[in-house]
């Protein structure tokens, strides 16, 4: 069977623009989120989310110029730039070239995002309404498409591999990291570029996800507090932008170049609850089953499971999803670390699965789980640690990352140490 | 009239990210200055914004250079 490693990372979260500087603040106990200024909130119930940090690219800040030149950014909606921005990052730490017409047709490229251009359909159908059908750009369609995030991919680095999309949910990065690793056992490619991107900060996405009774309303005072998973007081997620990708390659593909290997792709699993549109079943039974199949996929046991991200969005569905994390590990629940990295970044939609993907790399790599920030009161009786507030350096040879959609869809990772 | 060659050039420039200097009578959008078909269809949507008027698409596909551009929104002008 043919294994498959991370050989290179990208990210744009709202901490950092890069990976190494994310990982640092998020340790740090940083958050990213605060008053929205991308448009103007004063009509909808929420008024603050996890923005990029936009700047002129110094300290960290996204500066869209440094990926996208403005003539090309017109003719993509922002999910598609933070794609782009992270798949860059991500091939250039790969140190992956596809010279080779063989080379660049065995690279392929999968980034998905939950709702893709939302901006660019909700504008659009605004100048319409305004000026009539002749003013839409023939840029509209193909600035929203999903796809085109791995379309515009490819085209930057001539990859002509496997080029496709994932769209479930918040569950999409995961779901894309999973697939995308299983072309590459089943022989579709060797080299993967593969995450999510997500867009939602407008008007129509906080108010679309406000009437859903999905983000948290009651912290505009404070709402560097308002991600809390699990904390008693939390009220709702508050919704992020930006975008992951990871370089997934065959391991020995890796290995004959000399490529650094950050994590193991050990496992992968999915499952639906058929149950209802928003909501998780109320038994975690989703959850449990989509952990357990990626433990099975990976020959691993739940007491080999060291450190989990949990999907953790800071609503009511935390309590289920630590319920099923309880049923699958059983006693080992006491020698096991989950943190939600979601009360810092906040929820990035079809992104936090890759951005998750990542931070399990890194807490593989540097041997510490990240911080649950503001869970002050944590639920009574649970025998996991949820590292609240600070960091937990322990021993960490296996790492899950779970992910979770509206639809009742499921996926997660099992990922495992590199040679880093 | 320069007036209109002036605002014609300003919007090719913006849209097609070229120089300036480029920009000359005979310069085609597609072979000389990196249009591809939406940025054609684009910039005729431009010039209708800019100078007020309609350019129907059999027409607009007769508009290939800079100079065609000028002098179809001078003579519809």
Redesign the interface.
């Known amino acids: 069977m043919r294994r498959v490693v991370i050989t290179g990372m990208g990210m744009v979260s709202p901490l950092a623009c890069g990976v190494e500087q994310t990982w640092k603040r998020l340790l740090d106990g940083q958050s990213g989120i605060g008053p929205i200024t991308r448009f103007d909130a004063s009509r909808v119930a929420t008024t603050y989310a996890a923005e990029l940090p936009l700047g002129d690219g110094g300290d960290a800040t996204f500066n869209p110029d440094d990926w996208m030149?403005?003539?090309e950014r017109?003719?993509v909606d922002d999910f598609i730039l933070y794609a782009m921005a992270a798949a860059m990052q991500a091939v250039e730490d790969s140190g992956w070239v596809a010279e080779t017409d063989e080379q660049k047709e065995r690279t392929g490229v999968m980034i998905g995002s939950g709702i893709g251009g939302l901006s660019a359909i909700a504008d659009t159908a605004l100048l319409i309404k305004e000026k009539g059908p002749?003013?839409v750009?023939?840029?509209f369609i193909?600035s929203a498409l999903i796809n085109l995030a791995s379309g515009q991919v490819s085209i930057r680095f001539g990859f002509k591999g496997p080029n496709h999309a994932v769209v479930t949910a918040c569950s999409t990065g995961a779901h894309a990291i999973g697939d995308a690793s299983r072309l590459i056992k089943y022989g579709d490619a060797d080299v993967m570029v593969a995450g999510g991107a997500e867009s939602p900060l407008s008007e129509i996405g906080v108010a679309g996800f406000n009437a859903a009774r999905a983000l948290s309303t009651k912290r505009g005072d404070d709402p560097q507090s308002a991600s809390r998973p699990w904390d008693a007081d939390r009220d709702g997620f508050v919704m992020g932008e930006g975008a992951g990708v990871v370089v997934l390659e065959e391991y020995e593909h890796a290995k004959a170049r000399g490529a650094k290997i950050y994590a193991e792709v050990l496992g992968y699993g999915m499952s639906g609850d058929a149950y209802h549109i928003t909501a998780p079943a109320e038994n975690g039974d989703g959850g449990y089953r989509s952990m357990r199949a990626a433990l099975r996929d990976a020959g691993l046991t739940p007491a080999d499971v060291d450190y989990i991200n949990a999907h953790g969005t800071s609503t009511m569905a935390d309590t289920i999803e630590l319920g099923a994390v309880e049923r699958l590990l059983g006693d080992a629940a006491e020698a096991t670390t989950m943190s939600s990295t979601k009360s810092s970044v906040g929820h990035l939609l079809g992104a936090a699965g890759a951005v998750e993907a990542i931070f399990c790399v890194l807490a593989l790599r540097d041997q510490i789980a990240p911080p649950t920030l503001n869970l002050d009161t944590p639920p009574e009786g649970t025998r996991i640690d949820l590292a609240p507030h600070k960091a937990v350096k322990r021993k960490i040879d296996v790492a899950l990352s779970n992910s979770f959609g509206f639809g009742g869809t499921n996926a997660s990772l099992v990922l495992g140490r590199g040679e880093v | 009239m320069s007036d209109i060659s002036d605002r014609v050039k300003k919007i090719v420039v913006e849209h097609l990210g070229v120089e300036e200097d480029k920009v000359n009578e005979n310069a085609s959008f597609i072979d000389d200055l990196g249009a591809d078909s939406l940025d054609t269809v684009e910039l005729v949507m431009a010039f209708e914004e800019e100078f007020g008027i309609e350019i129907p698409d059999d027409a607009a596909e007769t508009i290939q250079t800079f100079g065609d551009a000028v002098k179809f929104i001078q003579d519809a002008a």
């Open positions: 030149e403005p003539k017109r003719k002749r003013r750009s023939p840029f193909p």
